[in-house]
């Protein structure tokens, strides 16, 4: 350790002859000043120069030079900066722990083996480092760029480090890192954009901080060879992932967004896509992505008002989200979720859209454990909306509960489950599962779990009427063997049907209907006509009791004066059953009236033929097709377009 400041001959030997030049940092500045114009020169003859704790004096200024010397500086106060543009270093160059003044200038620079500037500090207005060329590793850990640094069309490699670093402003446009990228817990303080880098390996980003909430960061058209990871970064200003590739997985998890917007369009992912507990204060944007693997999104906090939108992406390993919660409205349209999608514990204080999307494997929307964690059945408070979306497989809503309108129009089901009962649990209460208005026009399935009634609209004056919901439901009873289920939805319908001609003033079709529903209960079982008919039978018996009002069917017999009312029954079901069947058939109704009360004269076969054989005709056939459920298409046109 040199004490003293040699000579410029005796520093030029040094140089030449591969000696390292190291000054002690109590010597003083005078002593260890080394002018940079001998480091220049010897840098053309010598195979190595160290110096470690010197002031350089002047502008170290190799630019367009072919260097064949292994430069280090170690520690080192390049008073006027350094200029390497165009250069070509044929071995190392250390630069670590040193401080640039004035200038930094690195363009078109080419390293055939290592650049080490760990710990450097750039205090310069403009660092320079465009289209650099780094064979080896670009090692820069802890280095600290106080200007605007660029680094644009660089190529690295084949591992870059730039942990700890700090950053006030810097681009990475268009970079190309032939292995790894590492920028662990690296401070972005304003301006950031590496926009098109691309990296062979890995591209680490773990605990970095972007911490202009004024400025954004720009990541579009990345593409990654590797992994990516931003797990625990945090960004302050708008941050932009357009169009990102990504041959393994990405992970953004516990990642803040905090304020500013975050987009992710059409960026395409070859492995799973984790954002496990990140969190977005701003508008985000996923729209067009392609996630090969999962895509995680547990406990994930979407703190925006403003819509969020996953609209057209694909996931190709399923979608996983339980516990997430959106504070605004969110657009699921038209993805696809391939194996399983789970939102259990899901909140939706928005309302959100799956229109016309697609459920290849299960999905749960309900209940569900996840490692030690219980989470209830999701939440949608605005609104849910499934229009013309296909489930391949199972769909679970056990316990879901919805507060605002369900739209369920044009959705295919395989299996859908509701709630059982109607309502949901909760640990210290129960409520109902549909709080809003529920739209089941046009949906299909082939089974559901549910109690029915929650399903059809509950307000006919404020729901359009359509008839697909309930011949749906009634079908599927039917087709379960559950005849009296699909008799209920069947009355509800008719009923539904009713109320809706009332609301459209159609006045005279909802009095026939009515009449419809008093007298033959819309065909099930319809017991108005057992009633009818007895009263009828009595009324015959009664009638028929009296004396001379039958008489003989054959002119070879008598009939009695008086049948017993045994007799008088079994001839006025005779009279009644438009068949004939062998009670009474011996006796016809006489032609002789009768006097019932002073002034009135009834003739039996009269009294036979208006009481008895019309409504037989009538009441019969109606007792036979109601039975054999062919009264359930006497009704009303359809309806399903109102």
């Not at 011949?471 to 009355?491: C, I, N, P, R, W």
Request: aromatic letters at 12%.
């Amino acid at each position: 350790m040199l004490g003293t400041m040699k000579d410029t001959s005796e520093l030029k030997a040094d140089f030449e002859a591969g000696r390292p030049v190291h000054f002690s940092r109590k010597t003083p500045i005078s002593d260890r000043t080394i002018p940079a114009q001998i480091i220049v020169e010897s840098a053309q003859v010598s195979k190595k120069i160290e110096i470690k704790n010197a002031v350089i004096e002047g502008q170290l200024n190799l630019k367009n030079s072919d260097i064949p010397s292994e430069i280090i500086l170690l520690h080192c106060h390049l008073q006027d900066g350094a200029d390497f543009s165009c250069s070509i270093l044929q071995r190392n160059l250390t630069l670590s722990f040193c401080e640039f003044a004035q200038k930094a200038n690195f363009q078109s620079m080419t390293c055939k083996y290592d650049l080490r500037i760990t710990g450097a500090k750039f205090d310069c207005t403009n660092i320079n480092f465009k289209n650099i060329h780094v064979a080896g590793n670009f090692l820069a850990r802890k280095a600290n760029f106080r200007g605007k640094a660029a680094f644009d069309d660089a190529k690295l490699g084949p591992d870059v480090e730039f942990g700890s670093a700090l950053f006030k402003s810097v681009s990475f446009n268009s970079v190309r890192i032939q292995g790894d990228g590492h920028f662990t817990n690296a401070v972005f303080e304003h301006e950031t954009d590496f926009s098109g880098t691309k990296t062979e390996g890995d591209l680490d980003f773990q605990g970095t901080r972007f911490t202009d909430p004024q400025t954004s960061s720009y990541f579009d058209v990345l593409k990654v060879g590797g992994d990516l990871s931003f797990a625990g970064a945090a960004f302050t200003g708008d941050t932009s992932l357009d169009g990102i590739q990504v041959h393994g997985a990405a992970s953004f998890e516990n990642t803040k967004f905090l304020r500013g917007d975050a987009n992710f369009d059409d960026a395409k992912i070859d492995g799973d896509l984790t954002f496990e507990n990140a969190q977005i204060d701003g508008k985000a944007r996923f729209v067009g992505l392609i996630i090969g693997g999962g895509g995680i999104f547990r406990g994930a906090q979407f703190n925006s008002d403003t819509k969020t939108r996953f609209d057209l992406s694909h996931f190709k390993g399923g979608l996983f989200s339980q516990g997430i919660k959106f504070s605004g409205e969110v657009d699921f349209r038209g993805v696809q979720i391939d194996l399983d999608a789970r939102f259990c514990g899901a909140m939706f204080h928005g309302g959100v859209s799956f229109e016309a999307s697609k459920f290849t494997g299960l999905a749960e929307f309900r209940s569900g454990r996840w490692a030690d964690t219980l989470y209830p059945g999701p939440l949608f408070k605005q609104g849910l909306s499934l229009k013309h979306t296909s489930f391949e497989h199972d769909a679970h809503y056990d316990d879901a509960v919805f507060v605002g309108k369900a739209d369920f129009r044009d959705t295919i089901f395989r299996i859908v489950y509701f709630s059982d009962s109607g309502k949901v649990q909760s640990a210290t209460s129960s409520e109902l599962q549909f709080q809003g208005e529920v739209d089941l026009r046009g949906c299909i399935y082939k089974a559901v779990v549910a109690n029915w009634r929650f399903l059809v609209p509950r307000n006919q004056t404020s729901v359009a009427y359509n008839r697909q919901p309930y011949t749906q439901l009634e079908k599927f009873f039917s087709g379960s063997g559950e005849t009296e289920l699909a008799d209920e939805v069947y009355l509800e319908r008719r009923k539904a049907e009713r109320q809706w001609k009332w609301v459209k003033k159609r006045h005279v079709a909802w009095f026939i209907d009515l009449l419809y529903f008093l007298l033959l209960r819309y065909g099930v079982r319809p017991l108005q006509l057992l009633i009818l008919s007895t009263l009828l039978l009595m009324l015959g018996t009664m009638f028929f009791s009296q004396p001379y009002t039958v008489s003989a069917k054959e002119k070879t017999q008598t009939a009695p004066t008086k049948l017993g009312a045994c007799d008088a029954l079994e001839f006025s079901i005779h009279q009644f059953l438009p068949v004939d069947i062998p009670l009474g058939e011996q006796w016809v109704p006489s032609s002789e009236g009768i006097h019932s009360k002073p002034g009135i004269s009834i003739r039996p076969n009269t009294f036979a033929g208006l009481v008895l054989r019309l409504p037989g005709w009538i009441l019969v056939p109606l007792g036979i097709a109601s039975f054999t459920r062919l009264l359930r298409g006497a009704g009303t046109a359809k309806m399903g377009g109102e």
